[in-house]
């Protein structure tokens, strides 16, 4: 298993040497995750000249559930002198990386500026004044998008144990019952299953709030005749998949509801059909809001009708208009569009997928609960 | 209500028109829900040459729960096109308010250097070549230390749910269940109460597990025998506090079990009787460090005792043995010591209390639930 993480290692590190620098700084939790299989609080990698070094700031046993460090990656551990969370977790870390960059006679430093503050830059010139920082950008990021059978097969337990805990809530009682409460029994369901933890904030929208994306929960309580919009994922040993799902409460829905219903299940039945290796992720995106546009809601639709998933919930790429770039096989991805009337609700449906050549299925869909309209 | 935000402002604009700033760029969430009243998600506030504006990426009216802006604010929504949480959220409205900070003739402009990162700050001069950048630093964090009397009501709620969230579950059977399952009913009960949401991730920790600082719940099941270390907070109207307590299961504690927990009361009631008006930071951690350290604790002790908290958990002021500043009144801060010893546990106390006078009756204890050793 860990030769995965020395191979990622490596191919970063034909990136930026093939770019002229020395050496790299990875600071964003996610991607130091991903390349050292653990990514303490506060910690920060060094790809350096001799060796990788992981830069914790107390030991990472301490902190099981973080995940255990890649064997083949030397530890650093700093000595807890003063280390407030509030003085910004993380800026020891990258600051004693540097000067473990100079000790190794690296000159130049690549450094990710996206995520790396101002602060922290001139922090590090002023330890290290030798040493040229470059800009490594989203070069982890991008080595992150196509996800391996490993990966994929922590996103589909994922998927599983989100569909289970949306299938018992269905079994329940939902009238009465507050969106706040909802959610947090989908949470403490996801982690019966065997989750690390939700893997974004479940979002549970009742009548006037459903459809919405990203709804906080309230205090409005579920009603008969109500659409009901559940949202929720889970993340399991890091990686974070999402499903949704719109329901109506009662024995009938209205036509209105019907109608929206079948509309936005059009369009996303579109955009799941047009993923493929090669498909332009602007593409993607046109097929599902294609649908919903040409009904007359082009001015309901949100800015984009998916995205990918991986070590974080929204990750590269973007399926919107704008976006540039084509899918590649195994890239997991949502699709979920959706369509909110202001003061009457809405629906949303939201899929993870993994994009596959047609000669293997075609996409493989994750989130399996079904996608006919239930009346609860 | 509104006047408190604008008084907020006009303290900040005095503070970098002093240091020769035309204008500042506040991009830290808690820093611009302080001086806005809501940070919507990507958020960036504008204290302009003329006026004040709230730069969002999307309607405030679509996140309720985060908070209505204030009123006296000028909103400014950025259209929907292709914004990515993925690609940085807050980026767009930190461009957009650097390029109004021009329209309102500023030739210059104070940013969070601490919070910016590296490739926005470029961005930000690309877009306002014309606009020297400067740093505004810690001035809204240290703005935020002394609290008003709305804020630390809103803290004294929040204490309350937590103890009441914290009461429940001790009259509830605890052997046989896990630290998860624990975390989350409290966590469940805190939202019953009428939080927000729990103020950080409730740490519930058993036998070898317990005393740990920030341990994150496991699947190990409560024991007959164990200590049980539990922390947690509630967050109310954005302030956060936090809570913790241990107590032993099963009618008979060990010897070495009560000698811990009272050695760790003594530290814990030292550092609370030092919170006074003009105290200094690393006198308070002293106090409390003292203690245990005398006991031959040294090595085990952690790197704070305590720290401020508000709009985040994790404020200023530190209270750690380098830290340099003194105590104001209506500063609220935890007092946190705690020893774990490998392999057996520890024990934990720790308390949200409001620095306060000795005329108007010393420290506030905001978090009441009792202190005592309580055998489950």
Redesign the interface.
């Known amino acids: 298993m860990s030769e995965v993480y020395a191979t990622r290692r490596s191919r970063l590190r034909d990136h930026f040497t093939a770019a002229g620098t020395t050496a790299a700084l990875v600071t964003r939790p996610a991607n130091v995750r991903y390349l050292a299989a653990a990514a303490p609080q506060g910690s920060a990698l060094l790809l350096g000249k001799r060796e990788d070094l992981l830069v914790c700031t107390g030991p990472p046993e ?5 995940g255990r460090p890649d064997e083949n990656l030397r530890l650093h551990v700093l000595p ?9 977790a993380g800026g020891d870390a990258a600051l004693a990386a540097a000067d473990l960059a100079v000790a190794q006679d690296a000159d130049s430093l690549a ?1 990710e ?10 922090a590090i010139t002023a330890v290290a004044p030798g040493l040229r920082l470059g ?1 490594l950008g989203a070069a982890v990021e991008q080595l992150r998008v196509v996800k391996d059978e490993e990966e994929i097969s922590c996103l589909r337990i994922g998927a599983e144990i989100a569909d289970q805990a949306l299938g018992e809530l269905l079994e329940s009682i939902l009238v009465g019952r507050t969106e ?2 909802l959610a ?2 989908l ?2 369901r996801l ?2 299953h065997g989750a690390d933890g939700p893997a974004f904030p479940t979002s549970v929208a009742t009548g006037p709030n459903s459809g ?1 994306r ?1 709804h ?1 929960p ?1 205090d409005r309580r579920v009603e008969e005749g109500d659409f009901l919009t559940v949202c929720l994922g889970a993340t399991y040993r890091g990686y974070r998949c999402e499903i949704g799902r719109t329901f109506v409460i009662g024995t009938s829905p209205a036509d209105w509801q019907i109608e929206l219903y079948d509309l936005v299940f059009a369009a996303q039945r579109a955009g799941r059909e047009s993923l493929a290796p090669g498909a332009a992720y602007r593409d993607v995106d046109r097929a599902a809001r294609h649908v919903l546009d040409s009904a007359g809601y082009a001015e309901a639709l ?3 009708t998916g ?2 998933v991986g070590l ?1 919930i ?3 790429p ?1 399926l ?4 540039m770039g084509k899918l590649d096989a195994c890239v997991p991805v949502t699709v979920e569009p959706g369509v909110h009337l202001p003061g009457r609700g809405g629906v949303r449906i939201d899929d993870t997928l993994v994009v596959r050549p047609e000669a293997d299925g075609g996409p493989e869909l994750l989130t399996i609960t079904t996608k006919e309209l239930l009346a609860l």
């Open positions: 301490d902190r099981p559930c973080e807890p002198n003063g280390v407030g969370a509030g003085a910004g450094v500026e996206h995520h790396l503050t101002v602060a922290r830059h001139r800009d706040r409460h947090l029994e949470e403490r982690v019966d919405r990203g906080r309230t949100p800015p984009l995205h990918g974080e929204d990750e590269e973007q919107a208009p704008s976006a």
